[in-house]
């Protein structure tokens, strides 16, 4: 199993350009995350799915947007970047039942805008 | 608002010495504590879950403890490949939770020989 898997691994954006960060999943999780982590600060959640076609915002969501056509991909948007959102931004997901279990997380996305 | 601190921000250790790593939180109706690990460019690595005061996990040198208010992370004559960044997440019960985390900073933890 790749587990969940995040594209491009790098970028460079210059101020008011748009990007989709790519986020894929094939366990067959209900739940995806979307987190940034900046130094020294934790990671902050962005964006969450519970399924497909249900999105919801996180602690941190200006500035970004989310889908959710099916259960295996989670992209986010970011339109006209700004300096702020440079940062590593992870994808997770998980299977929540009865019992919390771990998350599952990509490898992650260092985005530089200039 | 839920709430994790951790420290030390960072801890330096020689190989074999053992300590502790601190965890405090504030949650209404903690449902479940996380431990991840996460080495440099690589995303965090699921750890542990502890669920209630007094539960103790253990993974290797690795040993996770939790009361009502703090979970300790106990490193036992730890390697230098134990070094990373080790944080902690809280998870609140209730029906709207969906699973979201809320993380600490982490303590970066490094391991010399």
């Known amino acids: 199993n790749a587990g969940v898997t995040q594209t491009p691994k790098f970028r460079i954006l210059k101020i008011g350009q748009s990007m989709t960060l790519q986020c894929t999943q094939d366990?067959?999780?209900?739940?995806m995350y979307w987190y940034r982590q900046d130094p020294g600060m934790g990671l902050k959640l962005i964006y969450y799915?519970?399924?497909?076609?249900?999105?919801d915002k996180g602690e941190v969501p200006n500035g970004y947007n989310v889908s959710r056509s099916t259960t295996e991909d989670f992209p986010l948007r970011l339109e006209l970047a700004a300096p702020s959102q440079t940062s590593v931004y992870f994808c997770?997901?998980?299977?929540?039942?009865?019992?919390?279990?771990?998350?599952?997380f990509g490898s992650g996305t260092r985005l530089t805008v200039v | 608002e839920d709430q994790v601190t951790q420290s030390p921000e960072a801890l330096r250790l020689q190989e074999g010495e053992s300590s502790s790593l601190n965890c405090s939180y504030t949650?209404?109706?903690?449902?479940?504590l996380f431990w991840y690990r996460q080495d440099p460019g690589k995303g965090p690595e699921f750890l542990f879950t502890?669920?209630?005061a007094g539960e103790e996990k253990e993974k290797e040198r690795l040993k996770a403890t939790l009361t009502k208010k703090e979970s300790f992370l106990h490193i036992t004559a730890p390697k230098p490949e134990d070094s990373a960044t080790y944080l902690c997440?809280?998870?609140?019960?209730?029906?709207?939770?969906?699973?979201?985390?809320?993380f600490g900073q982490g303590t970066i933890l490094t391991v010399h020989p």
């Open positions: 997440a809280v998870l609140r019960g209730g029906g709207t939770s969906y699973g979201k985390l809320t």
């Open positions: 997770a997901s998980s299977y929540w039942d009865r019992d919390p279990l771990g998350y599952t």
């Open positions: 502890l669920y209630s």
């Open positions: 949650v209404s109706g903690l449902r479940g």
């Open positions: 799915s519970v399924g497909a076609g249900i999105t």
């Open positions: 366990m067959n999780h209900n739940y």
